[in-house]
């Protein structure tokens, strides 16, 4: 496991925030990359890392400010 559940959670509030700029797939300019967040390539983090649902691209770090409950 690389994000617990709880981090898990949270990374997900921060990529759909709008706040950051989100973590994205190194394939996002390809428009066969769209996703429910908005844009292309923006990433989805499981227990496992981060995944783009379009390809095999994946990342296993984050900030650990955003691992964090975001501030209401």
């Avoid at 706040?19 to 923006?42: A, K, R």
């Avoid at 650990?64 to 409950?69: A, D, H, Q």
Wanted: charged share 20%; proline share 10%.
């Amino acid at each position: 496991m690389i994000f617990t559940p709880e981090e898990v959670v949270n990374l997900n509030d921060y990529q759909r925030s709008g706040q950051f700029h989100p973590f994205t797939c190194g394939n996002g300019d390809d428009p066969n990359h769209p996703h429910p967040y908005g844009g292309n390539g923006v990433l989805v983090a499981t227990v496992r890392g981060w995944i783009c649902p379009f390809c095999d691209y994946a990342q296993n770090w984050a900030h650990e400010f955003i691992k964090e409950k975001r501030p209401i």
